[in-house]
Nanobody, 122 residues
């Protein structure tokens, strides 16, 4: 069992920045991936970015490319999502998850955090 704890969400004005953190309770399998999803009210959960726990193969949704950066600190079992140039449409609950493949299909991930709210005001 792996527990994931997200932090770093909050309220920010459009154009601002936030950094989300996802801390795992223990080291996961080396070939696992970690991803950030987000879910806005009335919308489906969507993939934002993913990366391997070893820091390879970063991948981004088109809507966040050039604005968000996913990175990891393997020594701390922590993955970060740096979010710059935030827009009101980025407002959502952001979830951290991990699983054996990097996919946009949320049901294929094994473990999920509780989520952290990000609100971007216009």
């Amino acid at each position: 069992q792996v527990q994931l704890v997200e932090s770093g969400g909050g309220l920010v004005q459009a154009g601002g920045s936030l950094r989300l953190s996802c801390a795992a309770s223990r080291r996961t399998f080396g070939n696992f991936f970690v991803a950030w999803f987000r879910q806005a009210p009335g919308k489906e959960r969507e993939l934002v970015a993913s990366i391997s726990w070893s820091g390879n193969s970063p991948n981004y949704a088109d809507s966040v490319k050039g604005r968000f950066t996913i990175s990891g600190d393997n020594s701390k079992n922590t993955v970060y999502l740096q979010m710059n140039s935030l827009k009101p449409e980025d407002t959502a609950v952001y979830y951290c998850t991990t699983g054996p493949i990097a996919t946009r299909l949320a049901h294929l991930y094994n473990y999920w955090g509780q989520g952290t709210q990000v609100t971007v005001s216009s």
